[in-house]
């Protein structure tokens, strides 16, 4: 990931125009004292792993950076960092996130969360952080279950789930949290894989680029409670179920790259061999688009079985983020008022005097 | 033709109508005249919830309540001496209150078969005698509008509409308002459209002739201005003056104002203002609930802002988790709370006290918060600063309670001095980076480490150490910590501890607040009366009255509900008697007898409404005829 760097060379990763610079700093002064405490080969080890050796090419200070988290196994993270960092609430990490970037402009400012934390108890603060665009970067660790209490089905589960909650099988349809997040106006969406760090270092990357909410969805192992769970897409090396997208490349995949994308009659993108397709009809990967809708339809080829599953960045606009907003709302209030009066504040409007 | 004058020391004055009639508005501005003219005065605004009942309904009467007078008064008043109903249901609503022989100006206009029929009048009261008790004054108000209306290219309804500055115009001339405000105010209000303006403004002039040559009104009467300390004046409602206190108290602490809210009757007033001052570097965010607003705001305050939420009681259970954080990650925040009538929605335009005890007890474990009340609509500026002196002294959430009568209300306020208030920036200090400052060494352990729970010994806060300074990286979270470190702890002796040490700092704010002090002019009162909150002017009022009637009675009031001041138990003891008048069930109360083992006399009223004074006034008669 430090070729990245080299190759940037000077430019400033969009989302830290007004944080501070550092260099020098290496992966070991991003690990905290504590112990980690993930049971043994849980995804979020090498999730841990990947975001402390991606910290150093941000080249931001230790003390500017923090990571709020919620509630759940994934939401120890911040413990393990040694940056500043809150273990909040069960759901509300994007809403503290929020106070704290939008007032702190001079901070990178992460959000480590699960399944159930950002889409089930606290999915409101989620899809209005999105909407806002507020300078956060949300990692979204999904495992499909919830860990933390020992088992039960979460929001992302697959219809069906036999849990101890569920002994009959879970009755809720699931939700795709790309596809919901592209739904809240997000600017940024992406989904990257535990297992896969150069791709997930990419993708963090990318999401650092970018002057807003970023949503990363990064598939987990949990494997206490839902082990394998993502297996298809881990094994899919050679077995065609995995569609890495890149920015201005031609979407290929399948065994030898034979398969591509086209839109159907209903705007659904459907895969057709790469030899009988007519020519211009393939689609080539443009994070860029103002409108979701196609970013919206390549997130629709997820399944429950991973038939055909995207990951890489869906989707990256450029839309004037909430916490630059309100400092210009301030700035421009002061421009051409000048700096509040509190004394001309008080005697404000009608007054009369007693002698 | 010349009127006869009669000097009157105080006046109370009910404008009733249709909540489309602009009643608010009719009194907002008699208001602003009264306090121009300098007399004191106090108001009591009552509106439905419903933005626009059906009109002519009883649910759909909104009335606006003002007490003036040549003296000091305390509050809006029990009784209107004079009644200005705009409609069969506006009298209906409020007849109940008139005393026999007050004045009652009617809008003939309005009493016709179908709004009387709506209200359940068979006949109408103007014709079957049922008003004689009263002096009525029956007034065509709203054909009179039209018709001093009809030279200006405006619609017949934007005409009607101007009905409530006719009844304005009348009742300035009524009472010798000065007009220059209202008409400056009419001026700026429809500075874009002109045709309205002047049509406001000639509604307004022809209710003030109207009262000058006709002979439905033989009296004028004069309150002459009160004799109040020397100063600037204006009138504030408690909303402004919290907002502006807010503001004040991040200029004197020197920190930025952050203030996450969700709208809810009767607080969004606050967030609306502080919207407004941008250039006091305001930060105000609207959140999609009211677990974000307060969750925003304690993201700010890790951040170093001056952090405040507002809302009323059911955002106050809904915020209940994050205070419960607040309390356990030690980080200053400011939880506003605009009390109005519960349980559950309520009534949300009525006021109450009722939320004190959830305000003390309503998250889970021990999780011990200070909380604080305003006496009166301009102490909710005073109140506002304590507040913050408190959250950023000692790093702890803090809730200050206000309700819809403060809120709403309003009354003369003499602006204080800038120098005079606290100086809050003295009160703390962002922790310095390792090695920076000697300071700084005195949170590090032996080896240097940054120590984020070791507190000061004097307040017993931890060090307030805001993202960007070096050095003092550390994680907080609502995980129980190891005192001093801060890490991860679930050792039962250090639970213990810190549940102990917890609680300790927030009793040992009892040595920063001054002793309770008892008003007790005679010194042999036998009964102490002891109030919390908006009932301040009430009991005031009723207590004032008892030692006019020629007994001796002592009163005091709390700011500080948690903790106590150190001498209350001392204060409870030395009387006979104590009466707790509360806009509750005795909560209060329930403390005191809790903590100080004083069987206190408790008396309640939960109608929405403010205590009316004389009522009280016989409660505490009664109370020492039994002393
Ligand atoms: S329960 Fe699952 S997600 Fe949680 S730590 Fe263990 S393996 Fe990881």
């Not at chain 1, 999915?123 to 088992?151: Q, S």
């Not at chain 2, 570097?281 to 009211?290: C, L, M, S």
């Not at chain 2, 204080?416 to 949170?443: H, N, Q, R, T, V």
């Not at chain 2, 008892?518 to 109030?531: I, N």
Request: net charge negative; hydrophobic share 40%.
């Amino acid at each position: 990931m430090h070729d990245g760097i080299k190759e940037q060379n000077g430019h400033r990763l969009a989302s830290l125009a007004l944080v501070p610079r550092a260099a020098g700093l290496a992966t070991k002064d991003f690990k905290s004292d504590q112990e980690v405490r993930w049971c043994p080969g849980c995804g979020d080890y090498a999730i841990l792993a990947a975001f402390q050796a991606f910290l150093p090419g941000l080249e931001v200070p230790r003390e500017n950076v923090v990571v709020v988290s919620g509630i759940g196994c994934s939401s120890r993270l911040p413990y393990y960092v040694n940056t500043y960092g809150m273990h909040s609430i069960h759901g509300r990490a994007p809403a503290i996130a929020t106070g704290l970037a939008t007032s702190r402009p001079d901070l990178s400012v992460w959000v480590i969360t699960g399944d159930g934390d950002a889409l089930s108890i606290g999915g409101n603060h989620l899809i209005h952080a999105l909407r806002r665009n507020v300078n956060i970067k949300i990692l979204l660790f999904n495992n499909r279950i919830y860990g933390l209490t020992k088992g039960q089905y979460s929001p992302t589960s697959e219809q069906g789930k036999v849990t101890k909650s569920t002994p009959f099988g879970s009755l809720d349809h699931p939700f795709n949290p790309v596809s919901l997040a592209l739904g809240a106006e997000a600017s940024f969406v992406a989904r990257s894989v535990d297992s896969d760090r150069k791709h997930l270092t990419s993708v963090l990357r990318a999401a650092a680029d970018h002057q807003g909410a970023a949503f990363i969805e990064v598939f987990q192992n949990c494997p206490i409670f839902n082990d394998d769970a993502f297996a298809p897409v881990k094994d899919s090396a050679g077995s065609g179920q995995l569609i890495r997208l890149e920015h201005g490349a031609p979407v290929r995949f399948g065994p030898g790259g034979e398969t591509g994308l086209r839109f159907g009659p209903f705007g659904a993108l459907e895969p057709v061999p790469v030899a009988e397709a007519t020519p211009g009809s393939l689609i080539t990967h443009d994070t860029s688009l103002a409108d979701p809708s196609y970013a919206f339809a390549l997130s629709r080829l997820d399944s429950a079985d991973f038939a055909r599953t995207p990951i890489g960045v869906f989707r990256s606009v450029d839309r004037p983020s909430y916490d630059s907003l309100m400092a210009a709302q301030i700035d421009d209030a002061r421009a051409r008022g000048g700096d509040g009066d509190l004394a001309a504040l008080l005697a404000g409007g009608d007054t009369w005097e007693v002698s | 033709m010349t009127k006869q004058v009669q000097k009157l020391d105080h006046v109370i004055i009910r404008f009733a109508g249709d909540s489309g009639d602009g009643m608010q508005l009719a009194g907002d501005r008699f208001t602003q005249e009264t306090a121009v003219f300098g007399n004191d005065l106090s108001t009591l605004p009552n509106f439905p919830a419903e933005i626009r009942a059906p009109a002519g309904t009883l649910p759909g009467v909104s009335s606006f309540q003002l007490h003036f007078a040549d003296h000091d008064i305390l509050t809006p008043g029990d009784a209107p001496d004079v009644l200005v109903a705009m409609n069969p249901a506006a009298l209906k609503a409020n007849l109940k209150d008139l005393p026999r022989g007050a004045d009652l100006i009617v809008n003939t206009d309005e009493f016709t078969k179908r709004n009387l029929a709506k209200v359940g009048y068979d006949i109408s009261p103007l014709e079957d005698g049922s008003l004689e008790r009263y002096n009525l004054h029956a007034v065509p108000i709203t054909s009179l509008t039209v018709k001093a209306l009809e030279d200006f290219d405006i619609t017949r309804k934007d005409a009607e509409r101007a009905k409530n500055m006719f009844a304005l115009g009348m009742l300035s001339w009524l009472y010798g308002r000065p007009a220059e405000s209202t008409r400056n105010f009419l001026q700026a209000k429809f500075a874009r459209k002109p045709e309205i303006m002047k049509a406001n403004l000639a509604a307004f002039g022809a209710g003030w002739n109207f009262g000058e040559t006709t002979e439905a009104f033989s009296v004028r009467y004069e309150v002459r201005p009160a004799s109040l300390a020397p100063g600037t004046y204006r009138n504030i409602t408690g909303n402004t003056a919290l907002a502006y206190g807010l503001i004040a108290a991040s200029r004197l602490a020197g920190l930025p104002l952050f203030l996450g809210s969700y709208p809810i009757t009767p607080a969004s007033d606050v967030l609306h203002e502080l919207a407004k001052h941008k250039r006091f570097g305001v930060r105000t965010f609207q959140a999609e609930d009211e677990i974000a607003s307060v969750g925003a705001a304690l993201g700010a305050a890790f951040g170093g802002s001056l952090s405040v939420t507002t809302t009323s009681g059911p955002g106050m259970a809904l915020k209940a988790e994050t205070v419960g954080l607040a309390v356990s990650v030690e980080l200053p925040l400011i939880v506003c709370d605009i009390q109005r009538a519960g349980p559950s929605t309520g009534m949300p335009t009525k006021t109450e006290q009722a939320d004190l005890l959830m305000a003390l007890f309503g998250r889970n474990g021990e999780s011990p918060v200070p909380v604080i009340a305003a006496a009166s609509p301009s102490d909710c500026f005073h109140a506002a600063i304590e507040a913050a002196r408190i959250a950023v002294t000692y790093r702890t959430p803090v809730v200050l309670l206000s309700d819809g009568y403060l809120a709403n209300g309003s009354e003369p306020w003499r602006i204080p001095d800038i120098a005079s208030l606290p100086d809050l920036s003295s009160a703390f200090s962002f922790a310095p980076s390792l090695g920076e400052a000697a300071g700084g060494e005195a949170a590090a352990n032996g080896d240097g480490e940054f120590q984020p729970f070791r507190r000061d010994p004097a307040t017993l806060a931890r060090p307030w150490a805001v993202p960007g300074t070096p050095g003092l990286e550390h994680r907080i979270g609502g995980i129980e910590k190891a005192d001093g470190s801060g890490t991860i702890s679930y050792d039962p002796d250090n639970h213990d501890r810190m549940v102990r040490l917890r609680q300790a700092k927030i009793d040992g704010i009892a040595a920063g607040i001054g002793p309770l002090e008892v008003d007790d002019p005679d010194g042999d009162a036998r009964v102490l009366v002891l109030g919390w909150g908006s009932t301040f002017g009430s009991i005031g009022a009723a207590v004032r009255r008892v030692r006019n009637a020629g007994h001796s009675v002592a009163q005091a009031h709390l700011r500080h509900l948690n903790p106590f001041p150190s001498n209350l138990g001392e204060v409870l003891h030395r009387y006979d008697k104590v009466l707790v008048p509360e806009i509750n069930l005795g909560q209060l109360a329930l403390l005191l007898r809790g903590r100080f083992l004083v069987d206190v006399i408790s008396y309640n009223q939960v109608r929405g409404l403010p205590f009316r004074a004389a009522e009280l006034a016989e409660v505490i008669e009664d109370v020492i005829g039994h002393a």
